[in-house]
């Protein structure tokens, strides 16, 4: 069984549209995490929700809107999309609080045309 | 909170020598220091981790050091193997990775 499990593993779409990335844990962790990885491979956190509350909101865009239905489950939701968007997302999990080991999502590669 | 620097950016080591990391933060209340590994194309995951009430964790032939002073630490990683070559990223700060190193072991 894959412990934290992301939707689709790989999306092309055209700049403007809106889109979203499912990501869903098996592992009973309360954190969860999106970060975005660019070409340069820099790992930068963009949200943190601990059971179902946002935690983390760093510096960005209003189009990127995380829902978290349940601790199991955080979705990421870009609209109008932009081409500095392209970049691989990964979500991943943690027991409470930023001080536990984190498990990775295999990340979604968004490439934007 | 972002300040997590990670140096050097790229490192080639033969095959059995030694590699080491090193990053620097700066939030003082940070407790917590994991390292990570990424292989080409596949997901971040722990190596190992360390907390501020040690100075030195080792697993085998991976060790962490921490100078909580300096507000620093350090993956060593020694006799190496071609199998290692990947990207790694400290965390610090809580949440912030540092800008990766690319290691590679030349067999």
């Known amino acids: 069984d894959t412990a934290v499990s992301q939707t689709p593993k790989y999306l092309v779409t055209q700049m403007g549209n809106d889109k979203s990335i499912k990501c869903e844990q098996n592992l009973g962790h309360d954190t969860m995490y999106w970060y975005k990885q660019d070409s340069k491979k820099f790992l930068k956190i963009m949200f943190s929700y601990n059971n179902k509350e946002l935690i983390i909101n760093e510096t960005v865009p209003n189009r990127f809107s995380p829902k978290s239905p349940d601790k199991a489950h955080l979705n990421l939701h870009i609209n109008s999309l932009e081409l500095g968007d392209s970049a691989v997302y990964f979500c991943?999990?943690?027991?409470?609080?930023?001080?536990?080991?984190?498990?990775f999502g295999d990340g979604t590669r968004l490439s934007i045309l | 909170g972002e300040n997590v620097e990670q140096h050097p950016s790229t490192l080639s080591v033969q095959e059995g020598d030694s590699a080491v990391i090193k990053c620097t933060y700066s939030d003082s209340a940070s407790n917590y220091f994991p390292w990570y590994k990424q292989e080409l194309g596949k997901r971040p995951q722990l190596i190992i981790d360390?907390?501020?009430?040690?100075g030195e964790k080792k697993d085998q032939r991976i060790a962490v050091t921490l100078n909580k002073t300096a507000k620093h630490f350090s993956l060593h990683i020694t006799e190496t193997q071609p199998e290692d070559s990947a990207v790694y990223f400290c965390?610090?700060?809580?949440?912030?990775f540092g800008t990766g190193t690319s290691l590679t072991v030349i067999p």
């Open positions: 991943a999990s943690s027991q409470v609080g930023g001080n536990q080991p984190q498990h």
């Open positions: 965390v610090g700060n809580q949440f912030y």
């Open positions: 360390i907390r501020s009430n040690v």
